[in-house]
């Protein structure tokens, strides 16, 4: 639901700036004993502009942002290595 709400709203007040950055919706899965230091280290990245905890599938929904499509790839590919999961997706 919140990541519904979430989009609604980019469409409602940010359609100009949507065009202009490249926008990605991380949707990450962590323990939850680590989930506050996660979060942390999230928002200490270039690049991600927001951090939200979640319930459910879920646990963390990050919005990363960037001017191209390759800079876009390099924050979420660079950076998941950071936490690597055991899981395959």
Do not use: C, H
């Amino acid at each position: 639901m919140f990541a519904w709400n979430y989009l609604q709203k980019l469409k409602r007040n940010n359609f100009k700036t949507l065009k202009q950055k490249k926008r990605s919706l991380l949707l990450i899965n962590t323990s939850p004993a680590y989930s506050l230091k996660v979060i942390a280290d999230l928002k200490k990245i270039e690049g991600v502009s927001e951090v939200y905890p979640l319930r459910g599938m879920y646990d963390i929904i990050a919005v990363a942002e960037a001017e191209s499509f390759e800079k876009l790839k390099e924050i979420v590919f660079n950076e998941s290595k950071i936490y690597p999961t055991s899981e395959p997706l």
